[in-house]
T-cell receptor, first 112, second 115 residues
Framework: QKEVEQNSGPLSVPEGAIASLNCTYSDRGSQSFFWYRQYSGKSPELIMSIYSNGDKEDGRFTAQLNKASQYVSLLIRDSQPSDSATYLCAVNRGSTLGRLYFGRGTQLTVWP | DAGVIQSPRHEVTEMGQEVTLRCKPISGHDYLFWYRQTMMRGLELLIYFNNNVPIDDSGMPEDRFSAKMPNASFSTLKIQPSEPRDSAVYFC?????????????FGPGTRLTVT
């Protein structure tokens, strides 16, 4: 079982819609959860972090965490073409200090 | 504040040549990570350091790969000899480990092409 799994996509949504990106993780000891955005040809950019169960909102982005289900998601409201990118989920592991485990990413396309 | 700095940004070399990639982490960060990204394998962790000490190099693909961190502000990843299958984008990232946060910040990457 992989440490972090994401729907590979691609996910395609119209402009203005809500894009929902999902991620599951295997280690129940995980405490830190992150979403990175990676534009084509660029490096991963940290856009959201979440540490407690529930929702965390930042502008059009909402991260949701459910530790009981080992599930973390990212919602993008009012999606824009500029949101088109690959989104990487990253999780720490309770037994390993410092390191993050990354999913393969979900490619999102927002069409006008 | 300056982010993670990597050089060179692009490297084209012939098979068999030595390649050295360089990284300057964010000042004050105590963790440094080297990743490789390809379409086939995604983002792979090669090695990471804590306070200049290598912690886990199990991701280093072969003995041809080596990494050093002589001080807190500089690290190198060396491939000798290089092979075409080493062609990838190599990222360096750094972080400052706090009680719960493992936020990592990536450099712009080095795109390596081995012909």
């Amino acid at each position: 079982q992989k440490e972090v799994e994401q729907n590979s996509g691609p996910l395609s949504v119209p402009e203005g819609a809500i894009a929902s990106l999902n991620c599951t993780y295997s280690d129940r000891g995980s405490q830190s959860f992150f979403w990175y955005r990676q534009y084509s040809g660029k490096s991963p950019e940290l856009i959201m972090s979440i540490y407690s169960n529930g929702d965390k909102e930042d502008g059009r982005f909402t991260a949701q965490l459910n530790k009981a289900s080992q599930y973390v998601s990212l919602l993008i409201r009012d999606s824009q073409p500029s949101d088109s990118a690959t989104y990487l989920c990253a999780v720490n592991r309770g037994s390993t200090l410092g390191r993050l485990y990354f999913g393969r990413g979900t490619q999102l396309t927002v069409w006008p | 504040d300056a982010g993670v700095i990597q050089s060179p940004r692009h490297e084209v070399t012939e098979m068999g040549q030595e390649v050295t990639l360089r990284c300057k982490p964010i000042s004050g960060h105590d963790y440094l990570f080297w990743y490789r990204q390809t379409m086939m394998r995604g983002l792979e962790l090669l090695i990471y350091f804590n306070n200049n000490v290598p912690i886990d190099d199990s991701g280093m693909p072969e003995d041809r790969f080596s990494a050093k961190m002589p001080n807190a502000s500089f690290s190198t990843l060396k491939i000798q000899p290089s092979e075409p299958r080493d062609s990838a984008v190599y990222f360096c990232a750094s972080s400052l480990l706090s009680l719960i946060s493992y936020e990592q910040y990536f450099g712009p990457g080095t795109r390596l092409t081995v012909t």
